[in-house]
């Protein structure tokens, strides 16, 4: 079974704390993301990894950086967190086509992290 | 600029009729969709996907239509099951773009099924 593990599911943290959000998955996944869920807003992507060591910007990447060390493994951090900062927070993984030479890229999601910063 | 939009914030629906979300895209260099369904405080679930070399794709109760010159897909869902009451959030890849499978989400139509 296919599994996307985020660290927390609630998280309160108070404006100008760093905060590490942290995802693994076991699936050999090439590909990583982290988006945030706000309401009527959708899913908003902030990273995305394609390999280790490797980072992409998304649509929303200020005040947020990420690291990814090892395959499995892709951290969001919020360097000083703010109140607008406050949301949910998801973790998606999925193969590469480059890579996998297949169209299934469907992304396979962890439950989410509802942080709030107050 | 959205790529992928959900005019739809909200439909409701009543028990056993079929639904219809809906969701227009505005890249040409998309070629994978995607529907995902999410309840509240839980990650989004893939439930279908169809690629731009097909115009149907039919998984039980769920089809996806798509139509590459209106630039337009739909999920139906029939009949319709109060357990189907979610976000629906439709997203689009460029795969031969070059987007190493990096997904654009709309907004999410909420679905409600009425017993």
């Known amino acids: 079974d296919v599994k996307v593990t985020q660290s927390s599911r609630y998280l309160v943290k108070r404006t100008g704390e760093k905060v590490f959000l942290e995802c693994v998955q076991d699936?050999?996944?090439?590909?990583m993301f982290w988006y945030r869920q706000d309401p009527g807003l959708g899913l908003r992507l902030i990273y995305f990894?394609?390999?280790?060591?490797?980072?992409e910007k998304g649509d929303i990447p200020e005040g947020y950086s990420v690291s990814r060390e090892k395959k499995e493994r892709f951290s969001l951090i919020l360097e000083s967190a703010s109140t607008n900062q406050t949301s949910m927070y998801l973790c998606?993984?999925?193969?590469?086509?480059?890579?996998?030479?297949?169209?299934?890229?469907?992304?396979?999601f962890g439950q989410g992290t509802r942080l709030t910063v107050v | 600029d959205q790529q992928v939009k959900q005019n739809s914030p909200s439909l409701s629906v009543q028990e056993g009729r079929i639904s219809i979300l809906n969701c227009d895209y505005t890249?040409?260099?998309?070629?994978?969709f995607l529907w995902y369904k999410k309840y509240p405080a839980e990650g989004p679930t893939f439930l279908i996907s169809?690629?731009?070399?097909?115009d149907k794709n039919e998984d039980g109760r769920f089809t996806v239509f798509l139509n590459k010159s209106a630039k337009h897909l739909s999920l139906h869902i029939v009949p319709s099951q109060p357990g189907d009451s979610a976000v629906y959030f439709c997203?689009?890849?460029?795969?031969?773009?070059?987007?190493?499978?990096?997904?654009?989400f709309g907004k999410g139509t909420k679905l409600s099924v009425k017993p």
């Open positions: 890249n040409s260099m998309f070629d994978y």
């Open positions: 990894s394609y390999d280790v060591k490797m980072k």
């Open positions: 699936m050999d996944h090439e590909n």
């Open positions: 998606a993984s999925s193969f590469s086509p480059t890579d996998s030479g297949t169209l299934n890229t469907e992304a396979f």
């Open positions: 169809i690629s731009s070399i097909k």
């Open positions: 997203a689009a890849s460029a795969i031969y773009g070059g987007s190493q499978g990096n997904l654009i």
